[in-house]
C-alpha cells in the first residue's frame, strides 16, 4: 500500500511537472507595440512579435526618420530581427535576454564647420549591418495590453569606416497590444 502511495505521489510530481512547459491552446501569441519615447524625437518604431512559447519568442522592429528632422538623425531607417528568451513566470513575459540583428542606412562621414556651425555629409549614405545583444522587461495585462522596457548594444559589421559610427543602440519604452 505504502509503496502504491509513494508511486502514486512520483507519477503526480511529474505529471505537475511536464505541465507547466506545455503551452495553453487557447494563448494569445501575436503582438505589436509601438515605442513611445521615440515619436517626439521624429522617429517613428514598430514592433511585431511572435511568441513561440511561454519562454521564447521572434519579432521584428521597423525604425524610420519622420517629417523634416532626417538632416538631424544619423540613423535613416532599420530593420531588425530579434529572439527574445523571457525568465518570468508568466507566458512570455518577465525578464528577458534578446539577440537581435539590424540592417540599417546610416549618413556617411560628417564635416562640421567652426565658423558658421554647418554641419556637411561627405559620403552617401551606407546600408550596414550589425549585431548585438539586449535586455529588458514586459509586463502583460489579462486584457493584453503590453508594457516594455528594453535596451540594446550591437556593432556594425561591415561599412563602419564609411560613416562616423562603429556601435548602434536600441532603446524601447513600448506600449501594445497582444492578440
Same mark, same amino acid.
Given at each position: 500500500m505504502k509503496k502504491n502511495f509513494l508511486l502514486l505521489i512520483i507519477l503526480s510530481a511529474f505529471y505537475?511537472?511536464?505541465?507547466?512547459?506545455?503551452?495553453?491552446p487557447n494563448q494569445k501569441k501575436n503582438e505589436l507595440k509601438l515605442n513611445v519615447l521615440l515619436i517626439p524625437t521624429g522617429v517613428l518604431e514598430g514592433t511585431y512579435e511572435r511568441n513561440l512559447n511561454?519562454?521564447?519568442?521572434?519579432g521584428v522592429s521597423v525604425f524610420t526618420v519622420y517629417?523634416?528632422?532626417k538632416n538631424e538623425k544619423d540613423l535613416n531607417y532599420s530593420v531588425s530581427p530579434y529572439y527574445r /528568451?523571457?525568465?518570468?513566470?508568466?507566458?512570455?513575459s518577465g525578464f528577458f535576454a534578446e539577440g537581435f540583428g539590424m540592417l540599417s542606412s546610416i549618413d556617411g562621414k560628417k564635416t562640421y564647420d567652426? *565658423? =558658421?556651425?554647418?554641419?556637411?555629409?561627405?559620403?552617401? =549614405?551606407?546600408?550596414?549591418?550589425?549585431?548585438?545583444?539586449g535586455l529588458g522587461s514586459k509586463w502583460v495585462t489579462k486584457s493584453? %495590453?503590453?508594457?516594455e522596457i528594453n535596451a540594446g548594444w550591437g556593432k556594425l559589421l561591415f561599412n563602419a569606416d564609411k560613416t562616423d559610427h562603429t556601435q548602434i543602440a536600441r532603446?524601447? %519604452? *513600448?506600449?501594445?497590444? /497582444?492578440?
Open positions: 505537475s511537472v511536464n505541465a507547466q512547459n506545455e503551452i495553453e511561454q519562454k521564447s519568442s521572434l517629417g523634416n528632422t /528568451r523571457y525568465f518570468g513566470k508568466k507566458f512570455a567652426i *565658423n =558658421d556651425h554647418s554641419i556637411f555629409t561627405e559620403g552617401a =549614405d551606407v546600408i550596414d549591418f550589425s549585431l548585438g545583444i493584453g %495590453f503590453i508594457f532603446f524601447g %519604452f *513600448n506600449l501594445g497590444y /497582444r492578440f
